[in-house]
């Protein structure tokens, strides 16, 4: 059927409307309904797309608007059922939407209501059109003319076409005539959505031409084409809509970037190559060219040497490959070939960066603050423009210094939305200083966080009242004790006073009626952490103090009997609970001498810190008698400093103890080696009886573990101590061939942490043999591996440097 044209000559001027079948985010359909509308001057222009956003409609004119966007629908009572309809400056869509308004026609959306749409969509997705299709019209098409890459025929037929061609509706009929072919062969393409949405497509239509009396235009994706121009009954349409499930809904306009436009990020109706297309659109003339210089100008930016002569080759190339290939322009494959050539040297590393920059590209549109938010996003915008700090794209690394008022309201900010579910911002590792005061994270803004900051609105109607809300509700929904003092820690990260007294009740009460020592020993260093948190945030942790120091005496308290008879897995897992318990015990402890941290009694680790095997001393370290575990611990250590002496003695007890698995007793002596409390003639008295022959292979290959390995520096220990590497190498050579396989896995894992250097210093050592290493150790008479007394000389060259460093005068 034919459009009629009322005498005009123009299709879609009478009963008939003119029907201008896209390809979604394409610049050849783009320019071509650009074309299609000025020649036709319709009376009302209906578009593909959900309509209940008719009111939003006239914003696409507003100056703050800038593509890449998207209409976001969600469910009122559930705003995580969400989807999107997103357009870009290249969109048919947006095309004919910015003609409507510009030429004050009425325009509206004519697809399926999303109030329908959300009822059925369970999770959050796009609601684009065609996402579901299983048979791709393009890539039939493009195998029917004899291409086997739909994307390179779709741009040498359509994209690569020229401006101003004689007919402007031609593209658009032969479209169709494609499009009925395929619909007759392959029906709805295995989408059973698109019957219902075609049949409400066809009575907007219908309802359309009535009100105007001719004159309609239609602009929706090429494959609902025929399904719109077959005759149907208002009566069978009506039908079909009967009966379909609804859900209250709101719409909004929100910005929309590039890379979710990329099929490589999981939206099916969106393209490979959204910058590419995009400077297609933007720039008609000598678009090879332009490109090229854009390439430049990016290498060039990343201390590449790239000159105007590489740019002419680069072009040269481009053409000439499309010549070869027989294409009537360069296309992306020749733009990208010739680059990698000529600009990348044959290297794909910068040519990710060109793909990645350019193809894809980094660009984050923007919405006017006119368009309809909830009261969250709202404050929310507020506080990015308080803070300066706007969305992007392009993933940032951001160095905050709280002592600074705009970075910590930037770092209150980003922690409060963390708590919320808002994950605009991740924390990073600092290049830095590693100070409390400094802060770096790591960001980039998503589509999908509109979404959640929807979600988060239940919470409140700013975004401290909601992450005040959310934390409480989070702390009396909490199972584990370390989620409890973790939620602690993100309070005090975000300055969330009103929240803490209700988080602190709860985790007081958990940790009174929790005796897993695992769990105590996991939630014990993220509430020691937060601690650090009152010097430079001036909050107040008092009770955090008090109950960090009782958590850590129940831990000190109830770890050897709970390191007792473990199988391997265990052991490994406890290990860790010991090294996080040894580090938080030494914040605290530093904590405590600063006067938030007071002696917390005097009850102890069993009272057993005792002897190691029949002996009072730790081989000439300071002795652990009951006293020192159960009280006071290290001789002197008293007041806050007690706690680390206590600590101590349940070190000096794991350590001794032979129903404690191996990897953790050796895990006790090195620590207690690198405290100073054990000296290396303890270390190595300690060392020969877990490597005595009668003890298991499999139990000394994990003491050694334990000591040795773990990142732990165990390396270095054993390159400057041979007494200790020599009694590792006289253990292993005399371990059986049988046993040998048990334990060469721990060995393997242990050795292979250490750096090139450290091994192969090891090697070296080890080559020499017992009676050199013995040879080198009697020259010095001083600790082995040293030499036989300090060298001054070289001692007070390095003083000027550690008084500048330390700020002290001469």
Known sequence: MTDADDGTGVPGAGAEPLLLGVRHHGPGSA?????ALDAARP?????EGPPEADALIPLVG?????????????????????????????SPEWIALRWAVEHRTPARFIDLPATHTLAREQTLGEAGPDLDVRVDPLAVLAEVAGHDDPERWWEDVVEHRGAGAADAFAPFAVLEEAMGALREAYGTGGHDRDPVREAYMRLQVRAAQRESGGGVAVVCGAWHVPALRERSSVAADRALLKGLPKVKTEMTWVPWTYRRLARASGYGAGIDSPGWYGHLFAVPDRPVERWMAKVAGLLRAEDRIVSPAHVIEAVRLAETLAVMRGRPLPGLGETTDAVRAVMCEGSDVPLALVRDRLVVGDELGEVPSSAPAVPLQ????????????????????????????????????????RLLGVEWGEPAESRGSTGTFRETWRLRWEPEL????????????????????????????????????????????????????????????????DTDVGHLARALPALVRSLRYGDVRGTDTGALAEVAAGLAERVFVGLPPACAALDRDAADEMRGHVDAVHGAVALLDEVGSQGQVGSQGEAGSEGEAGSLGGSGSFGGAEAFDGEAAGGSGVAGASGPGGLRGRWRGVLAVLAGRDTVPGVIRGRAARLLLDDGQLDQDGAARLMGLALSPGTPPGDAAAWIEGFVGGGSGGGMLLVHDERLLGLVDAWLTGVSAEAFTDVLPLLRRTFSEYEAGVRRTLGELVRRGPAERATAIGAGAGTPGFGSGLDGGRADAVVPVVRLLLGVGS
């Open 31 to 35: 320019r071509a309904v650009r074309a």
């Open 43 to 47: 009376r009302v222009v209906l578009v």
């Open 62 to 90: 507003d100056e703050e608007m800038r593509p890449p966007v998207a209409l976001l629908a969600h469910a009122v009572d559930e705003p995580g059922r969400s989807a999107f309809w997103p357009l870009a400056e290249f």
């Open 378 to 417: 709202r404050d929310l915008d507020r506080s990015q423009r308080r803070l300066r700090l706007r969305p992007e794209a392009a993933e940032r690394e951001l160095e905050l210094d709280l002592r600074k008022e705009t970075d910590a309201g930037r770092s209150r900010l980003l922690h409060r939305l």
């Open 450 to 513: 509109a979404v959640r900051v929807a979600e988060a609105g239940v919470w409140g109607t700013t975004v401290l009242a909601a992450a005040t809300a959310r934390a409480e509700a989070d702390a009396v929904a909490a199972r584990a004790l370390a989620d409890v003092t973790a939620l602690a820690e993100r309070c005090l990260l975000a300055e969330l006073s009103d929240a803490l007294p209700t988080v602190m009740r709860i985790l007081a009460d958990r940790a009174a009626l």
